[in-house]
């Protein structure tokens, strides 16, 4: 059995009887075709407000101060993680930027 097929083989393998084709589609005179309706767009719809997905807070106490044991001062941070330990460095960080000396008290949930 040969494997090499002719082109006309092919089509017809794949497409079937060329007699077979679909009809082509009745001419309508121009005439008969209503005019496009113009449709006005209308107001869009008022979007609902959609709740905020819960995100895990934590809240760290840190004692702050610029004297070394001096005068200190109590300062909240929240941090949005659930990682206690990168809390406790975000908020060190932040506060590092104003105090000379941070000493974390507590970590949290909100």
Same mark, same amino acid.
């Given at each position: ?26 001419? +309508? ?8 309706? +113009?449709? #006005? ?19 760290? +106490? ?9 005068? #200190? ?7 949005? #993680? ?9 908020? #060190? ?10 000493? +974390? ?6």
């Amino acid at each position: 059995m040969s494997s090499e097929l002719t082109e006309e083989e092919m089509r017809h393998a794949l497409f079937g009887d060329a007699d077979t084709s679909t009809p082509a589609a009745a001419h +309508v005179p121009i005439e008969s075709i209503a005019a496009p309706a +113009v449709v #006005t767009p209308a107001t869009s719809p008022v979007k609902k407000r959609i709740a905020k997905a819960f995100t895990p807070r934590l809240r760290v +106490v840190l004692r702050v101060g610029n004297e070394f044991e001096g005068e #200190t001062f109590e300062m909240t941070y929240e941090a949005d #993680t659930m990682s206690t330990l990168l809390a406790e460095q975000e908020a #060190t960080k932040a506060a590092r930027k104003k105090f000379r000396y941070v000493e +974390v008290v507590s970590v949290k949930p909100i």
